[in-house]
């Protein structure tokens, strides 16, 4: 390896990235020989978002969290809802205006406690991938747990296991994506690892409360047989079959133009399939 370039060890990517480059997260870079987040404090949006938007179904029901979230992520997914403020750098988005974007860890915490009389229970990172800046999350966890009040992670679930021993001891919870359950289409077509994100999913429900997610994509995870392998997986976890699972409908998006919404019916079955092993299984976006 060139000295020049300094590896990531966030995600499964490692990133050799030379000075004053980026990773493909667009968001982790090296400067002065250190890999650094190049948007830390930097939000594109920030809302007061009842819990089960996140979704969190069974995680204080009916409470209300601050929404925060910046730019970039480490997954392609073609499908991406969120793709204008995930697959890219920001640069566009705050070109004249980046200070009006920048909120401190003290700044947010300090907004979530005033925002208690609103139903808010904490701060939640969500909208793009939260984990290429965990240091900012680890920042402002620590405040707020000062403040009793919590830390939740909206995440695709592809951090190694370094990263994951710092914020997993702060999160209170997390909504997790299960995008597929094959390995081939994680990495070819979203640009993940299948293995990363089940190693996660294990490490992360034996701390803390863990959701999961699965988008349901006609003609890349629709089939009854994949959504039982998923199933079947995370039952076989410590307590397996107590973990909730949200399946919810594609739509077309981003690079996803070429196909039809997921019919509600194929939602209904796989819901079906999954809730021969599952307790706690959630249709989406219906």
Not at 37 to 59: C, H, M, N, Q
Not at 156 to 163: L, Q, R
Not at 218 to 228: C, K, L
Request: hydrophobic content about 35%.
């Amino acid at each position: 390896m060139s000295e020049n370039r300094v590896v990531c060890e966030v995600c499964p990517h490692h990133c050799a990235i030379p000075e004053g480059g980026r990773g493909k997260c667009r968001v982790r870079g090296t400067r002065n020989g250190k890999n650094v987040p190049l948007r830390y404090g930097i939000v594109s949006s920030v809302a007061l978002d009842p819990i089960e938007k996140k979704p969190l179904r069974r995680f204080y029901p009916d409470s209300t969290i601050l929404s925060v979230g910046s730019f970039g992520c480490n997954l392609n997914c073609p499908f991406c809802q969120n793709w204008e403020i995930s697959m890219t750098d920001g640069s566009e988005v705050l070109r004249g205006e980046e200070t009006g974007h920048d909120l401190a860890p003290d700044v947010l915490a300090d907004m979530a406690e005033r925002l208690r009389g609103r139903g808010n229970i904490g701060v939640a990172f969500t909208y793009n991938e939260p984990t290429i800046c965990y240091e900012y999350i680890l920042d402002t966890a620590k405040l707020l747990k000062e403040k009793d009040l919590k830390t939740v992670l909206v995440t695709n679930g592809c951090v190694e296991d370094k990263i994951a021993g710092q914020l997993l001891p702060l999160a209170d919870a997390l909504n997790i994506d299960l995008k597929c359950f094959d390995a081939e289409t994680y990495r070819n077509v979203l640009g993940g690892d299948l293995e990363t994100v089940k190693h996660f999913i294990e490490r992360a429900s034996s701390r803390c409360h863990v959701e999961l997610t699965t988008l349901i994509v006609p003609g890349m995870n629709d089939s009854e047989a994949e959504m039982r392998s998923l199933a079947d997986w995370i039952a076989s976890l410590p307590d397996g079959e107590e973990i909730p699972l949200h399946i919810t409908r594609f739509f077309p998006r981003y690079r996803m133009t070429d196909r039809a919404a997921t019919e509600r019916k194929t939602v209904l079955r796989l819901s079906e399939i999954a809730g021969e092993k599952l307790r706690y299984v959630y249709p989406g976006n219906m």
